[in-house]
């Protein structure tokens, strides 16, 4: 009784197609990590192997049973109830609605793996309704998912569906690689039936990719795992893979039995449309083998069938045969019109893969340019970041350079100013009497002769006078020459207090000092001089009074005299001075005046 409703229910299931019925296959797999609410987990994987080898009726009746305790659970139990709903509404004739409930999952769903297993459902759910733009994209979301999910079984899955859509583009190389993949992760598992699933999606990749020999170890894997999984459908398609393999390889006797084997088996699960693809398999060969009634036979009612059924590719296929058949028993006309419809549906479908194709190639068109766009804006970004740096690294080397240049002209100007103090004091060193501070002897006479031309230019008078200290000699001899250096500052200090800053004063010998007077006269002079012998006081020193006399040369500028003719005349009058007992002044005697000098 109990394998008779299964039967039933296979048959329903079959009645919607092949693809969606690995759907419930898939999700009777589900190994989900144990959560809490052990009774309601425990009835969840229960109904989840039910929805494959059950009625998807059966399932939604004991779902609707566990509504309120599902109202209360888990968000990843409820999400898992949600994707075996979502299937049942799929196979009931209802993918809009089973779409719309996988969206709202995809929303609901707490981990990234469940987030997973709800691309990987819709993305098969699209692609078996020809939604193949829904397919592609959450093939994609699902394909990305997998950076962060670890659990081996969505993975297998994502996989498995990754590889099914490919091998439906004809991408079989990639296929290959995700059917590769898809049985690694489903190994790891260890769940014989997700390894059964995905081995036969591998084998589907690599009819195109791989040699008869990989083919038929990956097939027979297949067979021996789908049977240890008590997979009798899987198992069947399995069989009949075996024997196309046989066929593909020209032993066409050991096709037909192996063949046979699995029209025995699909006729036991009453999987019609599988019937009809093996039937017509047999039928093919037999034509090949000449064998035309044993043809004729499995082809009677498969064109009707089919046609019913809206098969396309297997219409297809069917016409050819029943072509061939015709044309093998020499009706033309018949085959004529079998090859015409046959090319009619071939159009038909092509246009559906077109469709399909075009649909692939925009969305990997668009992905592709997504990329680029996002390396685009990515690049732009480094470029400003870069052009920040730059800007950055400008600003601070004109900082910098500024600051080198603040500091290299400060220091420009600290050692200007410097040198210019060094240059000033080494020509006052030049031009001056250290001990002093007066004007040396050649630096006076320069002096001297501007000024006494400059007095000439204005027509003014000017004089010119030698000073002396008396008997120096003796001074020093008896006081000490620091005595003797400090009555000559003391002299010098007068000279300048008393005959003012116009006053051009220099020392020109030890003790021999001299003043050029300009605007000056004689008169004047001699009362200047006599304030200045008035005004110098003893010097004090050693707790002594030391006072010091100076004999006087004094001499007036006349017409066209030089400073040099005037210097001889006062120094004739100063050694008279100090001839006639020191202590006084004398006025040059202009008569005295030797020619060579003027
Ligand atoms: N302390 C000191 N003595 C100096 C300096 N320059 C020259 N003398 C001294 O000045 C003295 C000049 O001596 P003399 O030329 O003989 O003349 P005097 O002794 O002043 O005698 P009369 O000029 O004839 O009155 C020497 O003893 C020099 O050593 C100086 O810078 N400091």
Redesign the pocket.
Known sequence: MQAESNAQGWRKIAVQSWQVMTLGLLLSVVSFPSLAAESLEAELTSLEAQSVTGDWQATEERLDALAPQLAEADPALQVRAGLIRARNAAIGGNEDRGLAMLEELLEQAPTDALRLDVHSLTANLAMNIGRYAKAFEHLGHGLDLLDVVDDPAPRARIYGHAAMIYTRMGEYEQATRFGDQAVAMARETGNRRELCVELERLSNAETETRGWIARHATISDAERTCEAANDELFGAAMIRKRGLLYRDRGEWAQALVVLAQAREAIGELGFARGMIVVDLDRAEMLIEMGELEKAEGLLDGTIETLEARGDLMDLERALIAAAELAEARRDHESAAQYYRRAREIRIEWEERERDLRRTYLRTAFETEIQRQELELLREQARVADLEATTQRQRRLFMGLGYAATAVVSVMLFVLLMRSSRERRHFRRLSERDS?TGLLNHSHFFACAQQALDEARADEQGFVLVLA???????F?DTHG?AA??GA?RKVAALFHRVFGEDAVIGRVG??EFALALPAWNREGTLARIHRFRRKLEPLSYDGQRLQITLSFGLVEAGEDLSVRAMHRLADEALYEA?GAG?DRVVEADHERLDPVDQ
């Open positions: 001990l002396d200290i008396d008997h120096f000699k003796q020093n020459h003797g250096d000559l030890g003790e100090k020191r």
